[in-house]
């Protein structure tokens, strides 16, 4: 069973059109939650097919946030959707810094880890 949210277009930082976002929420997802609950861990779609050293490589999916990190320092479903939005935008910012200039402009973690 999957819960679907469209968002119409947040505004990103610097960019001049808002960038739709679709979020798919899975009761038993088919992709690895790494032992997160999968209402913390959903799938984030926006601006499809850009280039990102933080996309899922099997969906594009948006990857916001460290698995491994506490819960502190990722997205949980407690926070709401509306902190999700937030993360999305600035994630889609720093992917616009990280294609003109080559670096993230924030701390980011390596993907891939071995179990």
């Known amino acids: 069973m999957k819960l679907t949210y469209h968002h119409t277009g947040i505004h990103v930082p610097a960019r001049a059109?808002?960038?739709p976002v679709r979020i798919e929420f899975y009761r038993d997802p088919l992709y690895d939650t790494f032992g997160l609950d999968p209402s913390d861990y959903p799938r984030v779609f926006a601006d499809p097919g850009a280039r990102s050293k933080h996309r899922m490589p099997t969906d594009d999916a948006l990857c916001l946030y460290d698995v491994r990190d506490p819960a502190e320092k990722r997205w949980t479903s407690e926070k709401g959707?509306?902190?999700?939005?937030?993360?999305?935008?600035?994630?889609?910012?720093?992917e616009d810094i990280w294609r003109d200039s080559g670096k993230?402009?924030?701390?980011?973690?390596?993907?891939?880890f071995q179990r």
């Open 17 to 19: 059109a808002r960038v």
């Open 104 to 112: 993230w402009p924030v701390p980011d973690a390596p993907h891939g």
């Open 81 to 94: 959707l509306q902190s999700l939005l937030v993360m999305v935008a600035d994630h889609l910012f720093y």
